[in-house]
């Protein structure tokens, strides 16, 4: 199974209420994470990351946070825009069997915005 | 800047014919990945370069090779295509396996 999965597969809210997409992950090694935004037809596009010295981070109207203790982490949109519709997945950087690390995708959380 | 650059932006193969997807980057990004995308699959490791001159196997490397020739450019290639191999095909690239990586806008690949 996945190390990486995400409680909602679809969220659908309201332009301008804040947004929530949850994400869990099995590996308590890991210590860097990242979410990725990917709109219909286009690659994944970075939006913020974090390494577990850490527990939130923020950035423009986003912000992750991340729990160790229960192996969650989550991403905040706050007053969500239409422009905001998109999949995002969240990405755990774990060692390969090569020896270098790799990023593991959960299978993403479909955003819809309502205007 | 262009960043990612993925070509073919589409393609549809039969199967049995073998094709190269082409990756550049701009950035003098030392790693390069080549991943798979399926419904409800997410994204999924193919090969990786750590380097010019390197290769090194992903999750699901059976069925595909891959060059790096040059530090710039990555290439996946299919010897003989399978109706399974359908899949939007995504680079990547990141100076370091310890920060983001950066996405080109992927392939759409059918095979018949």
């Known amino acids: ?115 | 800047n262009a960043g990612v650059t993925q070509t073919p932006k589409f393609r549809v193969l039969k199967t049995g014919q073998s094709m190269t997807l082409l990756c550049a980057q701009d950035m003098n990004h030392e790693y390069m990945y080549w991943y798979r995308q399926d419904p409800g699959m997410g994204l999924r490791l193919i090969h990786y370069s750590v380097g010019e001159g390197t290769t090194a196997k992903g999750e699901v490397p059976d069925g595909y090779n891959v060059s790096r020739l040059k530090k710039q450019n990555f290439l996946l290639g299919l010897e003989s295509a399978a109706p399974s191999q359908t899949s939007v095909y995504f680079c990547a690239s990141s100076y370091s396996d310890r920060l983001p990586q950066h996405f080109g806008d992927g392939t759409r690949l059918s095979i018949l």
Not at chain 1, 36 to 56: L, T, V
Not at chain 1, 64 to 74: C, E, Q, R
């Open chain 1, 1 to 115: 199974g996945e190390s990486v999965g995400l409680h909602l597969p679809t969220l659908s809210v309201q332009e301008g209420d804040n947004s929530i997409i949850n994400c869990a992950y099995s590996n308590s090694a890991s210590d860097y994470f990242i979410w990725y935004k990917q709109e219909s037809g286009k690659g994944p596009q970075f939006i913020i990351d974090i390494r577990s010295n850490m527990d939130k981070r923020q950035g423009q109207r986003v912000t992750v946070l991340l729990n160790k203790t229960v192996k969650h982490l989550s991403l905040q949109i706050a007053a969500t825009q239409p422009g905001d519709s998109a999949v995002y997945f969240c990405a755990e950087n774990i060692i390969g069997g090569a020896g270098s690390y790799q990023l593991t995708f959960g299978k993403g959380t479909k955003l819809s915005v309502i205007p």
